[in-house]
């Protein structure tokens, strides 16, 4: 109740079909509450494309009806075999399924857009994706150094995908508050969504607040934090072990990475978990039976150190860094 209070207190609604529960998006439609992350970031040096194939698989087979990836993810097609193998099957067809895609920084040029859709659908084997974000405010050229080509030029791209019905939301990844502003107030259409990270450590309540004001919807992405290990001596809590987290766990019965994810959810944000580990796809969706309590939430939010997982240093200097 807390969630859906939230949720209709900032104008967005809950959905409440089968599970995962679904938001409704500003422009109608429906996006299940937690999706597969598909990013190879976080990707065992032993994984192979294939096991994203299999992920995929696994993970609508489990009951996820929401996929997130990316053109430079490289796992387009292997994203795209995943879902013809479960409509194969019979588990799912296209309409039940929500596919979310990215346009990558090299092709930001407005003109660019909607070919760049049309190459990530072909490899997808789709004919359309429910949602296309522009994956980071930053334009480069191929070579990666940066470009100078406005955001807003590359959103009008956006809106055409949109209208052509190759995509049927548009929305951004990685704009920062003084971006979503100017996007809106320069838009015909405004975005749906923005995907940022958001984890234990990273809490982000003034973008979160600023995009729910606005009836944006949040994917969090990274949203375990460094509760997964990160290599990162340094990492500051929650780790898994950690004594709090644990704790919470033990009394619902679930896990810490359950826990977690229960966090981003009770926010009323669409959390996107990455696995490619079979036992552990089927757990990461097994969180919509439990809530946690104002006070559990508030000690989660307390580890908040504002410090990223994700930090791409060699883009401080270009124009638009949004952190
Ligand atoms: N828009 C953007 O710029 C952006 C940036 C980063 C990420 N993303 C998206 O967000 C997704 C997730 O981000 P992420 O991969 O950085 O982080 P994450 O999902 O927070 O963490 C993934 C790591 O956690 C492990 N893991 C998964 N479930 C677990 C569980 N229940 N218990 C313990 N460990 C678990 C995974 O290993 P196993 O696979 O072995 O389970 C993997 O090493 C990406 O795949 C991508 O789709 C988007
Ligand atoms: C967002 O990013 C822009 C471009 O780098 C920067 O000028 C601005 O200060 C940032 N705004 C916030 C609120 O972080």
């Known amino acids: 109740m807390r969630v859906l209070g939230l949720l209709l207190f900032f104008g967005l609604n809950v959905v409440l079909a089968t599970q995962p529960p ?4 500003n422009d109608g439609n429906k996006m299940p509450m937690i999706a597969l992350g598909t990013g190879r970031g976080t990707a065992k040096e032993t994984d192979t494309l294939d096991d994203v194939r299999n992920a995929v698989f696994w993970a609508i087979e489990a009951g996820y009806r929401h996929i997130d990836t990316a053109a430079v ?10 879902i013809a193998d479960a409509i194969a099957k019979g588990i799912v067809t296209r309409d039940q399924l929500f596919i979310t895609t990215k346009l990558w920084n090299d092709k930001h040029a407005r003109d660019q857009v909607v070919p760049a859709l049309k190459e990530s659908l072909s490899r997808l084997g789709l ?28 959103w009008k791209g956006m809106e055409e995908a949109k209208q052509l019905g190759l995509t049927t939301s548009i929305g951004v990844s990685n704009f ?6 100017r996007l809106l107030a320069n838009s015909n259409v405004p975005p749906a969504v923005n ?3 958001v984890n234990p450590t990273l809490t982000q309540e003034p973008l979160v607040y600023h995009c729910m004001s606005h009836n944006i919807a949040v994917m969090a992405y990274s ?18 072990d950690d004594p709090i987290i644990g704790a919470i766990a033990a009394k619902y019965g679930k896990s810490p990475g359950q826990v977690v994810l229960r966090f981003a959810i009770e926010r009323g944000l669409v959390p996107i978990p990455k696995s490619t580990n079979q036992k552990r796809i089927a757990e990461n969706i097994n969180v919509f039976d439990f809530e946690l309590s104002a006070e559990e939430i508030a000690a989660i939010a307390s580890f908040n150190k504002n410090v990223r997982v994700i930090e791409i240093d060699g883009w401080k200097d270009y124009p638009n860094y949004p952190f």
């Open 22 to 25: 679904c938001v409704l998006l």
């Open 73 to 82: 993810y490289g796992d387009e097609e292997q994203v795209g075999q995943g």
């Open 127 to 154: 004919e359309y994706v429910d949602l296309f974000l522009i994956h980071f405010p930053i334009a480069t050229k191929e070579d990666g150094s940066p470009d100078n080509i406005d955001y807003l030029d590359t």
């Open 176 to 181: 920062n508050i003084s971006q979503i502003d």
């Open 195 to 197: 995907e940022f990270e």
């Open 223 to 240: 949203p375990f934090g460094f509760l997964v290990s990160r290599n990162r001596p340094d990492a500051p809590p929650p780790k898994y």
